[in-house]
């Protein structure tokens, strides 16, 4: 929480309020915004991932093969300084000691790992389900499991990142290793390797992914939660209108909507026209309403998303992205 929310909670004397939620987050039981997320160019060949089952499914036919072949999801966004986030996984198809590895990567991955039988040489000696981390400092803090549902999260404060998974009561840490402090892009991926594949099918999925606290940086600009026409979830926009378009920046964690200069907003490259601050989320907190001519954005046919930002009072700058529905 930033220091003005810490501040106002103190001073009210009330809980935290729910904040907006990082616009990374998803359930994926849709393809999360094309602007944040990307599916990763497999690796090797066979794997897929896609959007299925409302979920992100990756499955692994029994002829991949490649020295690594994998597939997933990659962040085209960055988490800037310290961070804490979480991915649920569930596993499908999952034969035991099927060679595949489930991670999380933010500068290191934790992993839901299956080492192999397939092989003498896939970490001999330890225990075939397991949770792990691989970070720069290798792979550590190996833990035998049976879980075939759950939860990866990393940590990173300065230069240690922390692994960990839930378990019923809480987290578990798996390990605390070395970090580079540069912005990070976020991978859920699944994995293999032609030496420890079991060569039959396996499949997995992610159900969620979420940032429990952190900066997330596109281009330099911090991400923000952007709401196009408050109250409603499509958000159509009618492009031979005469009218405007109200456009909310929600404040979050990770920016207080009232620190935006108002005269530099621009929704699809149009100049908002006019700003106020209102609290269009309930959250207690005011959000900056700007209106943008409707006429003005740039909207080709095809738009599925609009991009909004502007300048922050005292440096730097934010951006942000909502889905639109263009009507003729
Ligand atoms: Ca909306
Ligand atoms: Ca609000």
Redesign the pocket.
């Known amino acids: 929480m930033n220091r003005f929310l810490t501040a106002l909670c103190a001073a009210t004397g009330i809980a935290s309020p729910a904040l907006a939620a990082s616009p990374l987050d998803s359930t994926f039981a849709s393809a999360p915004p094309a602007p944040l997320w990307a599916l990763q160019v497999p690796s090797g060949s066979g794997p897929v991932a896609q959007f299925t089952n409302d979920r992100l499914e990756i499955s692994f036919p029994d002829s991949s093969s490649g020295s690594v072949f994998g597939a997933g999801l990659v962040s085209s966004c960055q988490l800037s300084g310290d961070f804490d986030v979480a991915a649920e996984y569930v596993l499908l198809d999952w034969p035991g000691a099927n060679g595949v590895r489930t991670g999380l990567y933010v500068g290191g991955a934790v992993e839901r790992t299956s080492f192999s039988t397939w092989t003498w040489n896939d970490f001999p000696g330890e225990p075939r389900e397991v949770y792990l981390t691989n970070f720069s400092d290798g792979v550590q803090g190996i833990v035998e499991t049976a879980d075939l549902a759950g939860k990866l999260r990393l940590v990173r404060a300065g230069t240690a990142l922390t692994g960990l998974y839930q378990t019923a009561t809480g987290w578990a840490p798996i390990h605390t290793g070395p970090v580079v402090t540069d912005d990070l892009a976020i991978y859920l991926s699944a994995w293999s390797h032609d030496n420890v594949f079991i060569r039959q099918p396996v499949r997995m999925a992610f159900t969620s992914f979420q940032v429990l606290s952190g900066r997330v940086v596109c281009g330099g600009a911090v991400l923000v939660p952007v709401d196009v026409k408050p109250g409603s979830v499509a958000n159509p926009i009618k492009v031979t209108s005469n009218g405007t378009t109200p456009v909310a920046i929600?404040?979050s964690d990770a920016l207080d909507a009232s620190t935006i200069d108002p005269t530099t907003v621009t929704v699809a490259g149009a100049l908002a026209a006019q700003a106020a601050l209102e609290?269009?989320?309930g959250?207690g907190?005011?959000?900056l309403v700007v209106h943008v001519e409707t006429g003005a954005m740039s909207l080709p046919p095809g738009t599925t998303y609009v991009e909004v930002d502007g300048a922050i009072v005292g440096g730097g700058r934010f951006v942000g992205w909502d889905r639109v529905t263009l009507l003729p």
């Open positions: 929600l404040t609290d269009v989320n959250d907190l005011l959000d």
